[in-house]
């Protein structure tokens, strides 16, 4: 697929993935696992290249069912406060959602008084009516003042736990950012140092791996690299997973030196959890609770390996996840890049947490220079590199000169402006493109009512 050549917004490359991802999922849904799985796999992608997997939604008539969570009185603390705690977003004790029928030309109420988000809920209505989804969900962050707006549409509500793709991207960095602060894990070391399969490609570091810069083969390389295929499948586990792809001779022709070329995604995603299990000592879902579950009382998040596992639609929001996390099966190889699913308000607390210079409540979770270094453009810095679309990329997340963000490929769209101390996530469960057209439609109204506040 040719690179633009004019310079978009560091949300493109998220569609250029759903548009490369299609012929994968077909191929997938029928794998059960191991090496005879994997081969079925790269035959089927192989005889299937040409597919872009892509579904595609009409329009539709009628009114969406709205939820506005009005949230003055349950915000997060500020971070000076002496005593921090992280109180859930909503209580039925405090103030209960409402839910009516809202059409396009119907305002949502503002809900925190110092900031006017009316202009927000027609846009969403619309919208989701126009292009026929089941819902959005919306929650804006402040640094100060915690979650200032909560609103939802249609079938979405706090506790919808959504797969969120690509979006996991951040939070599978901040686990290595974290073995890091705590001297288990150098990440401008080789990777060598920590796994004995290191050797495999032996100048590889953790900051590489997680900068999309390892010189592995991405996922905009090839969606169905046959070397790479056990990264799809819940079958085996992590460390099996990453060793085959880190000593494979399969992928000697196509591996680039490290830290010479943006390579978005892919298997190089899976060796940095697995050096991270090994350097931490535990599993990945441990180093998830100890991470994020615990500190931040994100209970919604967790991570698994659903592309083989749930009927494929290319690479458009799989269908059969309605139950959330309990219609998959265990798995010991959770995919680090695009594996995690959580609930609107909790990815929210970790949006703050990033905001608040790597703290949920009185906890430390990150450093403040582990989140900084999180945020700035690695790839720009170390090697004079650029993504596809000329923005830079840090660890996990895309960096403009306006806002970094962590988009993934079912329609989810996290950002946070940093200088303005203040971010959203939006969910819908769609595709890429989709979710990024609307978040372009957001963009604009909510740093409009930021700076009217300001």
Not at 88 to 103: C, F, I, Y
Not at 248 to 261: G, K, L, M, Q
Not at 402 to 414: L, M, N
Not at 431 to 454: C, I
Request: proline share 7%; aromatic share 8%; with cysteine.
């Amino acid at each position: 697929m040719p690179v633009p050549s004019l310079r978009v917004t560091p949300l493109t490359p998220v569609r250029r993935i759903a548009c490369t991802l299609g012929a994968l999922c077909v191929a997938l849904a029928a794998c059960a696992g191991g090496d005879d799985a994997v081969d079925t796999v790269a035959d089927s992608v192989a005889r299937d290249s040409t597919s872009t997997g892509l579904a595609t939604t009409g329009s539709s008539e009628g009114t969406v069912a709205m939820t506005v969570v009005e949230t003055p009185a349950v915000t997060f603390p500020a971070i000076t406060s002496p005593a921090i705690t992280s109180p859930a977003v909503t209580s039925p004790e405090t103030t209960p959602p409402t839910t009516a029928p809202l059409t396009a030309s119907t305002t949502a109420p503002a809900v925190e008084a110092s900031y006017d988000f009316t202009a927000v809920g027609p846009i969403v209505d619309s919208f989701v009516t126009e292009r026929g989804l089941d819902g959005a969900g919306l929650v804006i962050v402040e640094r100060d003042r915690g979650i200032v707006h909560e609103q939802y549409w249609g079938e979405f509500a706090a506790d919808r736990v959504s797969l969120i793709a690509s979006s996991s991207k951040m939070l599978t960095a901040g686990v290595l950012l974290r073995l890091a602060d705590q001297g288990l894990l150098d990440l401008d070391a080789p990777v060598a140092d920590v796994v004995d399969w290191g050797a495999g490609n032996p100048d590889v570091t953790p900051a590489q791996l997680v900068s999309n810069s390892s010189g592995l083969v991405g996922l905009l390389d090839d969606v169905g690299y046959g070397p790479y295929l056990c990264q799809f499948l819940a079958a085996g586990t992590l460390q099996a997973c990453a060793e085959r792809v880190f000593t494979t001779p399969d992928d000697d022709a196509d591996v680039s030196p490290s830290d010479t070329r943006f390579r978005y995604g892919g298997a190089q995603w899976q060796v940095a959890g697995a050096v991270a299990e090994v350097a931490a000592g535990t599993s990945w879902a441990e180093l998830i609770d100890e991470t994020y579950v615990r500190p931040c009382g994100v209970d919604s998040l967790g991570y698994n390996n659903h592309f083989a596992q749930l009927p494929g639609r290319g690479f458009a929001y799989p269908d059969g996840f309605d139950d959330g996390p309990s219609v998959l099966s265990a798995t010991d190889n959770p995919n680090m890049e695009g594996g995690a699913f959580i609930d609107p308000p909790d990815y929210a607390a970790l949006l703050l947490m990033h905001l608040r210079d790597g703290r949920c409540g009185d906890v430390q979770v990150l450093s403040e220079a582990a989140v900084e270094r999180m945020h700035e453009d690695r790839i720009g810095e170390v090697y004079g590199g650029s993504t596809y679309t000329g923005s830079g990329y840090g660890m996990g997340w895309w960096v403009d000169d306006t806002r970094i963000t962590d988009p993934g490929a079912y329609g989810s769209v996290p950002w946070l402006d940093l200088d303005g101390g203040y971010g959203a996530y939006l969910v819908i469960e769609a595709d890429a493109a989709t979710g990024n057209e609307l978040a372009s439609k957001l963009f604009g109204p909510v740093d409009t009512a930021f700076a009217r506040a300001g």
